[in-house]
């Protein structure tokens, strides 16, 4: 049949079982955000827009062959630089931070392009060096990751410009960064935590003072630490249930259908649902670093593997801070979490990581 | 490094890159782990401390405040009930800058001056967080004018509260007294007496009267409403609730339309008037002239009529029937020829000639009677008819004051008689012991002659002298003055009686007591100093004059009532009691500046023994009815029951139901 021709076509880069997995996760957004949301109809059709956008976006992504968009590495950089670039220059401010520059037609963020664009550059200049890779092409790499992310620091936003260093150092470390400088940086990291606290914002000295003690400031920036503790801890072995959650419904939780959801998730489902959600994005990453090592080349083994294992660290670093152990930064849980932006760029993420694994044949350049 | 150019294996880099996606998913595992053990930590270990801190803040316990009880008299007529109106409150922490919010209130509502007084100093007086209001008893056109621009105005909001109010106004000021909101003198009060609990959600406390001394009775038992909260504070669903017991329906003794008559007859007169039912100690009416109106203070009394009250030389604030001391004058003679045949000093027949004064022996001294040439020949019963005052010199100082003091205590001078009301003053029956110790000066024999007339140090309330002729009305028997005759109980519906309470069963020969008796009867008839205020009684009217100076008369000089300021005119007095021969009403009058007992105060008993006994309606009162009706037309709301009409009898109180 024709048409099943042309739908096996729109499909035939996709991963079933890893499509399967983002399937069952984003049901567990759309229940999740419905009751965040006190079962407001509008937010849910929004959402489920989103979705739909960003599952669009994933199928088309994962036609492009790596290949090609290796080509797109260079200029995506170069305009991300550019315009953060702009944004220190010219900047709106928003909240006390200048994170957004204005276009005349759209207000952009530019932060967001270079969470795909920093590890997509960082990739293809290995894969471009890979014949004759040594330490000073890694010592190019982290000047290339470096300033993107000084200028986002500026801006300031302590969480993205962590979680852009954290998508880089990813394509390094699977790029075969020696074992020496990985432990030296770590220590090095360890030693200058001290220094860095001089350079913190005074906002952001409060994030991590407050995380080592949330009743110390109960109605400032502890409270979202302390509600969200409270709804993890109330919902127990089975939760509240679905809809039944007290902290979330009586609007106890902040930003509960964004970077608070788990706390809303937590409180429903208790420790069962926290251990399937774990399971969850246990066995997604696992299918995608699989996928990663499936893929023919460099730059597709290095952007897929980085793509996964970012995702990885804003799951862990956004369930984390909800239940308590990390300062609060402005991540939301990847794929669950109300928010077109975020979706559609994870889900792009994982069209790049399906059509890495699944285009054999690679063009040398 | 030494590996600056070398080929790389691809085969190799495979391998590499393989490990290296172990390594990373080790980290994952390891990071999940970790997490996994946070929420097992906050979910399982930790659960019970999470869940109540969740319930805490879900849970909010709010006060459901009782409505309080009304206040009836005896015959059911009301005298402080609750109403229902819709209130504008301002929550000052939440409602930003307060003089700009009340502008922009007062383009809505009309808010006056005095509104905003009030609101300053119930501002100044409030605890934190508390909502407190801006304007009472909004129209129904105000309140719907303030819900579509109440989104304007954060932090005020339109609230349905009761009410006390006093239908009865100013002429039960003093008995009734009135309620206010809880100052912190009350609070600690309520604090240390462990009612704090009951007191949540309550803002007012009965501050004088029954209102204050039956503040247990009417409160009422507070209800609790677990609420469910959301994080701003709003009231999402009632989970739970305790109802509110209203408080206890209280009954009084008095008799609102023979308060009212008893006010009424004093007419320009300062003064009080205790009306006792000698059968039980009941207070039939409570009068201290002038009154003030006690809704002024139900929420906060304005500074103006605040001062105006509290400034004014009729003291209207005073309580003069408990707080109000003056010198019993000649009402203590029927007493002291009691103590004379009781105490063996004088036997009925015994007689004296009056020349117009006494002086003590072996002094020239003259201690004057009222008459200056004397009233003769005079026996007991004379003595008291036509108030000679020789008579009483002469006795006062055969008695001496020690027993005098002894005799007269037992009435109740110089103690108080425990009636139910806050504020009671204690009199004065003087004593050697006293003088020495108050002045450091030795008991002068002519302190005890004067004190024979109940002049000198002697004082006593109008409440007393009525006390102590309900002594003798009920030959030795004095039941204490009581206001409450019941209650209803809210929680069993059921009638409480508030029994009446025998102070002392004093024995006296009741020949003695039938000589003084029949004097104080004939005090009312022709010959006697009350004779036009009895004359044409029904009943056997007993009753005894008296005057209590205000300023003292030079041993030359005249007393002349029309020469004298007004304020300086001595003070009028009658004790009474009727019938004689079945007593059921004891009455005592102090009329301020108002000159002799016999003209001014016994006509007023007389007025108020015919209603009681009678149900006579005084001629005057019955034209002044009409002409009252449009008084008072600022404090009565539209709910207000008709004044003291039989209709107030069954009018049911206005208050809310949940």
Known sequence: ?365 | MATSLRMVNPEEELRRYNFRIKVAAGIVVLAFTVLFTRFVWLQLVEYDRYHALAENNRITLTPNPPARGIIYDRNGTVLAHNFAAYTLEITPSKAGKLEETINRLAEIVQIDAGDRKRFKKLLAESKNFETLPIKMRLTEEEVARFAVNSFRFPGVEVKARLFRQYPMGEDFAHVIGYIGRINQRDEERIRESGRSANYRGTDHIGKSGVEESYENLLHGITGIAQVETDSAGRAVRVLAQTPPVAGNNVYLHLDAKLQEIATKVFGPYRGALVALDPRNGGVLALVSKPGFDPNLFVDGIDLANWRALNESPDTPLVNRALRGIYPPGSTIKPFMALAGLELGFRKPGDAIADPGYYSLPGSSHRYRDWKKDGHGIVDLKKSVVVSCDTYYYRLANEMGIQKMAGFLSQLGFGHKTGIDMEGELTGLMPTPEWKQKRFKQPWWPGETVIAGIGQGYTLATPLQLAVATMAVANNGKVYQPQLLRGWRDTLTGRIVENPPKVVTELKFDPEHLRIVKEAMVEVTRPGGTAAGAGAGAEYLFAGKTGTAQVIGIKQNERYDEKRIAARHRDHALFIAFAPADDPKIVIAVMVENGGHGSSTAAPIARKVADYWLLGKIPEALKEDAAEEEGENEDTPPPSEPARAGPAAVTAAPTRTTR
């Open chain 1, 1 to 365: 049949m024709n048409l099943r021709h042309l739908l096996g076509r729109l499909f035939n880069h996709i991963d079933r079982p890893l499509a399967g997995l983002l399937a069952l996760l984003l049901l567990t957004s759309i229940a999740t955000v419905f009751s965040a949301a006190n079962t407001s109809v509008d937010k849910l059709l929004a959402h489920l827009l989103n979705i739909a956008v960003a599952l669009v976006a994933m199928i088309a992504v994962s036609h492009v062959p790596p290949q090609r968009l290796m080509q797109f590495a260079l200029p995506a950089y170069v305009l991300g630089v550019i315009l953060l670039i702009g944004v220190a220059l010219a900047g709106d401010v928003v909240n006390g931070a200048r994170r957004w520059l204005n276009l005349g037609i759209a207000r952009i963020q530019p932060s967001e392009l270079m969470r795909l664009a920093v590890p997509m550059m960082l990739a293809w200049y290995l894969h471009l060096k890979q014949e004759t890779l040594s330490t000073r092409h890694f010592a190019s790499a982290a000047v290339l990751l470096l300033i993107p992310v000084a200028l986002i620091l500026r801006q300031p936003d302590l969480g993205t410009s962590l979680l852009i260093t954290a998508s880089g150092v990813f394509v390094l470390f699977l790029g075969g960064l020696s074992w020496r400088i990985i432990v030296g940086g770590i220590v090095l990291a360890g030693a200058a935590l001290p220094f860095a606290w001089h350079f913190l914002h005074d906002y952001q000295r409060q994030r991590v003072l407050t995380l080592l003690d949330p009743s110390s400031d109960p109605l400032g920036a502890g409270y979202h630490i302390i509600q969200s503790t409270i709804a993890v801890g109330s919902g127990g072995m089975a939760g509240k249930g679905w809809l039944n959650g007290s902290q979330a419904h009586l609007d106890f939780l902040p930003e509960r259908t964004t970077d608070f959801i788990f706390a809303v998730f937590s409180e429903e489902f208790g420790l069962l649902g926290n251990l399937l959600l774990l399971l969850l994005y246990a066995a997604i990453i696992y299918r995608g670093l699989t996928l990663a090592a499936l893929a023919p080349s460099l730059f597709g083994r290095l952007l897929a593997g980085a793509i996964v294992l970012t995702f990885f660290t804003y799951a862990f670093v956004n369930m984390g801070m909800v239940s308590g152990i990390l300062p609060v930064v402005g991540v939301p849980l990847p794929l669950v979490s109300y928010g077109g932006t975020s979706m559609v760029s994870v889900l792009i993420g994982f069209g790049i990581v399906m059509s890495a694994a699944s285009h054999k044949k690679l063009v040398k350049t």
